[in-house]
């Protein structure tokens, strides 16, 4: 889905990454809470996949554009430009995709919260 997005193999391995360091962590936390594979659990881990993908693009697509507008498609550069554009990098992304990323976890976190109360074993655990 990355590759769709972005057409740039570079944004897509790293987001990649991203994306497989976010569902390990997920996993251990798991694993480290006594869970066991079930449907619970595959919700859980299902739902991790979505909002990690989610995230990345938005991120990935905004440093594509950024790349674009630097008229660059490299960030290693023997000159010391590119820790200028890193840095530009990343004020645009947490400027401009930071606050709609941030508000997105927000509301998950809100909905999860209001669904703690409910009776079911999922719930519960």
Known sequence: MLF???????????????????????????????WTLNVGESVVFSVAVGLSVD???HYAWKILIELRNTETMYLIKGDGESEV???????????????????????????GFALIMCKTLFFIR
């Open 85 to 111: 554009i890193k840095r530009k990098l990343v004020r645009t992304c947490m400027a401009e995709v930071g606050p709609s990323v941030t508000m997105g976890a927000t509301t998950t976190c809100i909905a």
């Open 4 to 34: 769709a997005c972005t057409h740039n193999l570079a944004i897509t391995l790293i987001g990649t990454v991203t994306i497989a360091l976010i569902l390990g962590s997920t996993v251990a936390v798991l694993v480290w809470d006594g």
């Open 55 to 57: 995230f990345c693009v």
